[in-house]
């Protein structure tokens, strides 16, 4: 599952893994990377076991996501998940 988006959106969802239990289930169970970009940012989820992404885990990650969209964006340097080349 790839999103793409502002990067505001993308660091609240990079937040939301980090910051609450459902974010460090997915970080469990998904490889995760991402990318900044001054248009457009990127973060892209694959299950470890490599079947697909699950409807309802991209429901509640939205869920969790949204209350931490639009806070003050970490330092780019502080996310510690995989980054894309």
Same mark, same amino acid.
Request: proline share 1%; aromatic share 10%; net charge negative.
């Given at each position: ?45 694959? =299950? ?5 992404? =699950? ?27 995989? =980054?894309? =080349?």
């Amino acid at each position: 599952m790839k999103i793409t988006g502002s990067e505001d959106i993308i660091a609240g969802i990079l937040d939301s893994l980090d910051d609450s239990v459902f974010g460090a289930g997915i970080r469990t169970t998904h490889s995760i990377t991402f990318q900044f970009n001054d248009l457009e940012s990127v973060v892209e989820f694959k =299950r470890n076991d490599e079947e697909p992404v =699950r409807a309802e885990d991209a429901f509640w990650l939205g869920f969790v996501a949204k209350s931490f969209v639009g806070q003050k964006i970490r330092k780019k340097e502080a996310y510690v998940l995989q =980054r894309s =080349r």
